[in-house]
């Protein structure tokens, strides 16, 4: 690895593989290393239902549940937690490399893509409704945000991008489950249902029910 200063806090690094390929990433806040100690995100589908229950609450308020469905995704990223990998150096947040259209991109894209599909499809079904879809989908959508942004980071390390990517990584996990593939998937099934069982007894105002019954 050969790092080379383009300015203040921005470095440019150039990576040999072990095939002789270059990798070069304009950077000031990562390295491969993060990858490698498993530094990777929450499934989008678990963000996309979370902020789909968020807009499913605010049916009137479309932007707010947007922004509340973004600012979600951070809380959420700090729960320990296992991620499938991430394949090609392009889509790497801390890769950042050429583009290569080859099978690990091919991978990734269906991966990924799939990923958020079933997020927003599965918050659809469980929470939207005529009256309030567009809430519901801006919530999905803005919960899911984050990390395609780290994408547009790892290529465009600029403000305000920077200071979004150095408080995503602050807010991360720092004991991510690693090998543990069956318990991180049932882990992030478990905080689904959570999430909604939670959201529906907001809708049928379970809650205040409760607190009624608490007051003499």
């Given at each position: 690895?050969?790092?080379?200063?383009?300015?203040?806090?921005?470095?440019?690094?150039?990576?040999?593989?072990?095939?002789?390929?270059?990798?070069?990433?304009?950077?000031?806040?990562?390295?491969?290393?993060?990858?490698?100690?498993?530094?990777?995100?929450?499934?989008?589908?678990?963000?996309?239902?979370?902020?789909?229950?968020?807009?499913?609450?605010?049916?009137?308020?479309?932007?707010?549940?947007?922004?509340?469905?973004?600012?979600?995704?951070?809380?959420?990223?700090?729960?320990?937690?296992?991620?499938?990998?991430?394949?090609?150096?392009?889509?790497?947040?801390?890769?950042?490399?050429?583009?290569?259209?080859?099978?690990?991109?091919?991978?990734?894209?269906?991966?990924?893509?799939?990923?958020?599909?079933?997020?927003?499809?599965?918050?659809?079904?469980?929470?939207?409704?005529?009256?309030?879809?567009?809430?519901?989908?801006?919530?999905?959508?803005?919960?899911?945000?984050?990390?395609?942004?780290?994408?547009?980071?790892?290529?465009?390390?600029?403000?305000?991008?920077?200071?979004?990517?150095?408080?995503?990584?602050?807010?991360?996990?720092?004991?991510?489950?690693?090998?543990?593939?069956?318990?991180?998937?049932?882990?992030?099934?478990?905080?689904?249902?959570?999430?909604?069982?939670?959201?529906?007894?907001?809708h049928e105002d379970v809650f205040?029910?409760?607190?009624?019954?608490?007051?003499?």
């Open positions: 690895m050969v790092e080379r200063p383009l300015g203040p806090g921005l470095t440019l690094c150039v990576c040999i593989d072990g095939r002789g390929e270059s990798r070069q990433n304009a950077r000031g806040w990562s390295s491969d290393a993060g990858v490698r100690r498993g530094r990777r995100n929450l499934f989008l589908s678990t963000h996309a239902v979370v902020g789909a229950a968020i807009g499913s609450l605010l049916p009137s308020h479309p932007v707010a549940a947007a922004l509340l469905g973004f600012a979600s995704h951070f809380p959420l990223d700090a729960i320990p937690h296992w991620d499938y990998p991430i394949r090609s150096d392009f889509v790497k947040p801390a890769v950042g490399g050429r583009l290569k259209r080859d099978r690990a991109l091919m991978l990734d894209a269906v991966t990924i893509g799939g990923d958020a599909l079933l997020g927003l499809v599965g918050g659809a079904l469980l929470f939207a409704s005529p009256t309030d879809i567009c809430a519901v989908m801006l919530g999905a959508c803005g919960a899911i945000l984050p990390d395609p942004l780290q994408f547009v980071h790892a290529h465009f390390p600029r403000e305000p991008l920077r200071s979004l990517q150095r408080f995503h990584r602050w807010m991360h996990t720092k004991r991510p489950i690693r090998a543990q593939i069956v318990w991180g998937v049932v882990s992030q099934m478990m905080l689904v249902v959570l999430v909604v069982v939670l959201a529906k007894a907001a205040g029910m409760i607190v009624a019954w608490g007051v003499p």
